[in-house]
């Protein structure tokens, strides 16, 4: 499995510094926070609630710096609701979120 990488790692490392427990769970609630909206996305059958959760999806990605995350969700942005590419590419996104390991000095 492939995991993201680049600023989504420098950011949780600003933030957590050496505690790799508080950039897990940081890590962990990026993820959760995006599969919340990844659901709203899918349950969504009108353009303002489509708009709603990607708009969201983007603030939460743009956050914390996961680019990945951020060009799916405005991909789904220029999309109609319910569109499978657009829920494909953002579950793809998520789960190359998963735990990194930081590099060992």
Request: proline residues 3%.
């Amino acid at each position: 499995m492939a995991y993201e990488s680049g600023s989504l790692d420098a950011t949780l490392a600003a933030a957590a510094g050496q505690d790799l427990a508080l950039m897990a769970e940081l890590r962990s609630a990026l993820v959760d926070s995006a599969e919340r909206q990844l659901d709203l996305l899918r349950r969504a059958r009108c353009d303002g609630n489509w708009q709603v959760a990607a708009m969201r999806l983007k603030g939460l990605a743009a956050s914390f710096h996961a680019e990945e995350l951020l060009e799916a969700a405005e991909a789904a942005l220029n999309a109609v609701p319910g569109e499978p590419g657009a829920v494909r590419e953002i579950e793809q996104a998520i789960a190359r979120l998963g735990w990194r390991a930081p590099a060992q000095a």
